[in-house]
């Protein structure tokens, strides 16, 4: 009964013969508990039988006494602890043995196991315990993930964060990890044509977004490999420009990232615009954002994966206002709140309740925040120092 279903599965996939017989054995395990307790009570009475024989043949009546005593010793350490505490660390090693005898001892005995269980059953039903509702097996997301984090050196530690990662892309949403509307690059389709070839010739993008004098009035998606191939057949025009642009993909921006990857797999593609409840541009989400959301962020120099960071001598950091909060959460290790407000900018604003000016310091879940750079709208740059870090509960302005 200790064994691990898991491995046991596995093994039993692999076409394990004593592996196959244990599964077989679990799959009705009211039997398989009736005949080990009949076997074990069976052997149990018969030697206290035999003691209590023994003991008034040698000492008379005293000898029933000593009988009990040494066999209840014998048994408990002997025939019940012992074995059953080896059985428990080791089960694989008993239990897989112990099926090739107690598979046919059950074939032998279902008689008498039916018996028992179906007198066991209709004490439960005088109870009004139904013996129906059992517990699944079935691991859920919170177990998964211990089990995840308890296999130690079997799992390297990379592989760890990977499947942890996996397990909570549900928590995600894509608004969470989206390039914000103000950091998109497109090609405005009404600019000179010289200067979209410009920027074409010039992006570091594979695929952007073409849109009509603003982000706004997107008409759909371009492939920049296409764009550039008709640069090399010769002459290009406006007219063979529109006919390389496909639609665009737009997605709510509450989808978890879960749901999100599965999309991208059955619409084959690998790059969304983000829209709000009333079909307003939020932002935008690539295939490889939500990959980097399991394996991590394809730089190794954390603050090198956020342009918009810059570390100070001190051990303080620059941080550009619009920068995600999540972002930093996982990149630099804090714990600033995630609940509200996406951007580093509007989770300062929600706090103040208007737009602060260049010097006002805060203390906000403990990290103390100065505000570097401010313009009319927004907060621009701040000054966060997480070696003052003062406890979570702390929060104050000045």
Do not use: C
Request: charged share 25%; proline share 5%.
């Amino acid at each position: 009964m200790s064994l691990n279903r898991y491995r046991l599965r596995h093994m039993a996939d692999k076409k394990n013969k004593a592996a196959l017989r244990a599964q077989r054995l679990l799959e009705n395990p009211e039997k398989l508990i009736g005949l080990i307790l009949l076997g074990n009570n069976f052997v149990n009475i018969l030697a206290a039988s035999i003691a209590t024989v023994i003991g008034l043949r040698l000492y008379g009546e005293a000898g029933i006494a000593i009988a009990t005593g040494v066999l209840t010793f014998v048994i408990l350490v002997f025939a019940e602890v012992t074995p059953k505490t080896l059985a428990a660390l080791k089960p694989e090693k008993f239990a897989l043995p112990s099926s090739l005898i107690l598979e046919p001892m059950l074939k032998l005995a279902s008689p008498v196991v039916w018996v028992i269980n179906k007198m066991a059953s209709g004490i439960f039903v005088l109870l009004r315990i139904s013996i129906s509702e059992q517990d699944s097996t079935a691991l859920s997301r919170d177990e998964l993930r211990v089990v995840v984090n308890e296999a130690g050196s079997m799992i390297p530690s990379r592989h760890q964060k990977m499947l942890l990662s996996i397990l909570d892309l549900e928590k995600v949403t894509v608004e969470d990890i989206m390039i914000p509307r103000n950091e998109i690059v497109g090609i405005n389709i009404n600019d000179d044509w010289e200067d979209i070839s410009k920027q074409i010739t010039q992006s570091q993008h594979t695929r952007l977004p073409v849109y009509e004098d603003d982000i706004d009035h997107v008409i759909g998606m371009l492939h920049l490999r296409k764009a550039i191939q008709l640069f090399q057949q010769g002459e290009a025009s406006k007219e063979q420009f529109r006919e390389l642009i496909h639609d665009a993909y737009f997605v709510p921006e509450g989808v978890p990232l879960n749901t999100q990857l599965i999309n991208f797999q059955k619409e084959k593609r690998r790059i969304g615009l983000v829209v709000n409840e009333y079909g307003e541009l939020q932002g935008l989400i690539t295939l490889e954002d939500i990959l980097e959301e399991i394996v991590g962020e394809f730089t190794t120099d954390p603050a090198a994966t956020i342009k918009d960071i810059t570390q100070q001598s001190d051990g303080s950091y620059l941080i550009d206002g619009g920068t995600s909060v999540r972002d930093l959460n996982k990149l630099l290790g804090w714990n600033l709140p995630t609940e509200g407000p996406k951007t580093l900018n509007g989770l300062i604003i929600e706090y103040l309740e208007h737009i602060p000016d260049p010097g006002t310091s805060l203390l906000l879940e403990g990290y103390p925040i100065e505000i570097v750079q401010t313009t009319q709208n927004t907060v621009k740059t701040v000054l966060i120092d997480p070696t003052l870090k003062k406890p979570a509960s702390t929060s104050k302005v000045a």
